[in-house]
């Protein structure tokens, strides 16, 4: 189904999904396996040839998804686990994938999800703590802004925080600028990729367009009303779904194209670049430790933290505008393992 042959620009969008340049393979889990998000992620990762097992637990209908995709034709094991087998599904694992968790009804904001996802997040945090204590983890569950925090506080309470192995999934921002971006100046999303920064909600997400040839050709209205569609993506399938919960499919696409990227790092594949939200040095003097920038991806996970680059004026009034709210988010999901 995808092609074995190398992607030459890492992060930029691609019309092929996946890439396999180096040989040596991973067992992967997927904590949500059997929600809205977690059973086409499922389905992609078996079709990812990085992949050679894979893990799916939730703590409903796991093992009716692990039968199903079990039976694609890829060389890949699938094994579900129920409810109470979330030990047995993170042994031997080596990055782990979590989209469990609540999603948005209209009206709400990501931090409204809190209040239930942050202890389904900690949880099981702890439990990769206990098992999986050196695997990379993937955090997709809302609000990433937040989420992300409590598994690197729950991971420092148990003793095990490596902040090279926690990332908070950003890519479906990346994704949507590059195809908006792309609608707009009539070109190919991988034409157009557009670095985005900061966090994953509304005013924290900060796209850098002028660092993008045909993003600085976009200016005035339009680039208000792109900066715009590219924050509030999220609201627009929100409200599109009408109650029926918030992005899926573009999320399991971007979610699965991130845990290719980390898979290539990992298998030691060099210059594998693309944005993230993992502890990052670049704004924490201004008390933001977790942030979102280009990273490297390596052996280790985060091999490297590239700076922003130069800003736009228009730039600096979003970095500006994002980094207080970042900060309250992130110190909420501190606050809440402390
Ligand atoms: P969903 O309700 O369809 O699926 C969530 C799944 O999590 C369910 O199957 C549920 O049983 C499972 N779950 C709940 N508690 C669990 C636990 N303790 N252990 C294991 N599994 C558990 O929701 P969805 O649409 O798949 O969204 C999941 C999360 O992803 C939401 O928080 C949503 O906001 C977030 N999301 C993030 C991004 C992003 O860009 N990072 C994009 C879209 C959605
Ligand atoms: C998104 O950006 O689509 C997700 O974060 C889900 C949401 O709540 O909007």
Same mark, same amino acid.
């Given at each position: ?5 190398? *992607? ?42 990085? +992949? ?44 782990? +994938?979590?989209?469990?968790? +609540? ?55 148990? %003793? +095990? ?6 990332? %908070? ?27 985005? *920064? ?88 201004? %008390? ?51």
């Amino acid at each position: 189904m995808f092609s074995r042959s190398a *992607i030459r620009t890492l992060a930029a969008p691609s019309s092929r999904l996946f890439s396999s340049s180096s040989a040596r393979q991973t067992k992967v889990a997927v904590l949500g396996a059997g929600g809205g998000i977690g059973q086409p992620l499922s389905l992609l990762l078996k079709s990812d040839p990085l +992949v050679t097992s894979l893990s799916l637990y939730d703590i409903r209908g796991a093992p009716g998804v692990a039968a199903d995709v079990s039976h694609v034709d890829t060389a890949s094991e699938v094994n579900g686990y129920a409810a109470d087998q979330l030990d047995e599904a993170l042994e031997g694992v080596k990055v782990i +994938v979590i989209p469990a968790g +609540v999603p948005r009804k209209p009206g709400m904001t990501r931090d409204d999800l809190f209040n239930t996802n942050a202890s389904i997040v900690r949880d099981l945090a702890a439990a990769v703590a206990r098992v999986a204590p050196t695997a990379c983890i993937l955090v997709i569950s809302n609000p990433v802004n937040s989420t992300v925090p409590i598994v690197a506080a729950t991971l420092e309470k148990a %003793g +095990v925080f490596d902040p090279a192995r926690v990332f %908070g999934v950003t890519t479906l921002d990346v994704v949507r600028a590059a195809r908006f971006l792309g609608g707009i100046a009539g070109a190919k999303p991988s034409d157009t990729p557009v670095t985005v *920064i900061g966090g994953h909600s509304g005013a924290t997400i900060v796209p850098l367009l002028s660092q993008s040839s045909h993003g600085k050709a976009v200016d005035g209205e339009a680039y208000l009303k792109l900066v715009n569609r590219i924050q509030y993506g999220g609201d627009e399938v929100v409200k599109a779904k009408d109650g029926a919960g918030s992005a899926t499919l573009s999320m399991a696409y971007a979610g699965a194209k991130f845990t290719n990227l980390v898979l290539r790092g990992l298998n030691g594949e060099k210059g594998v670049v693309t944005p993230t939200f993992v502890k990052s040095p670049l704004f924490a003097d201004k %008390g933001v430790d977790f942030f979102s920038s280009n990273v490297e991806l390596g052996l280790n996970g985060v091999e490297k933290i590239h700076p922003i680059g130069e800003l736009s004026e228009a730039e600096q009034g979003l970095l500006e505008a994002c980094l207080p709210e970042l900060k309250k988010n992130i110190e909420k999901g501190k606050a809440f393992v402390a």
